[in-house]
């Protein structure tokens, strides 16, 4: 089992920038791919980005491609989302996802984090 805890949510304007930060633990992090998802109100939780166990391969939804970034730190157990140029459509809660193995291509998460808002004002 692993447990996520996001953090690094908040408010900010159109065209700025947040970084979101999710810790692990419970499983050895270097052993399986990590994701972000959001959930805008009334909309179905969405795919958001993803990054293989080694951090060799990513996954971005075309929605956020070339405006966000995902990173991890194997040695602090951390998975990063650096978002910029946001809008106001990226408003929603951010999840942080655990994949059950390396590669997000193989099944789907199987550990969410209770989510962090971002709220992006026009």
């Known amino acids: 089992q692993v447990q996520l805890v996001e953090s690094g949510g908040g408010l900010v304007q159109a065209g700025g920038s947040l970084r979101l930060s999710c810790a692990a633990s419970?499983?050895?992090?270097?052993?399986?791919?990590m994701g972000w998802f959001r959930q805008a109100p009334g909309k179905e939780r969405e795919f958001v980005t993803a990054?293989?166990?080694?951090?060799?391969?990513?996954y971005y939804a075309d929605s956020v491609k070339g405006r966000c970034t995902i990173s991890r730190d194997n040695a602090k157990n951390t998975v990063y989302l650096q978002m910029n140029s946001l809008k106001p459509e990226d408003t929603a809660v951010y999840y942080c996802?655990?994949?059950?193995?390396?590669?997000?291509?193989?099944?789907?998460?199987?550990?969410w984090g209770q989510g962090t808002q971002v709220t992006v004002s026009s």
């Open positions: 419970g499983r050895t992090f270097s052993s399986y791919a």
């Open positions: 990054i293989s166990w080694s951090g060799g391969n990513r």
């Open positions: 996802a655990a994949y059950s193995g390396k590669y997000y291509y193989t099944g789907g998460p199987s550990n």
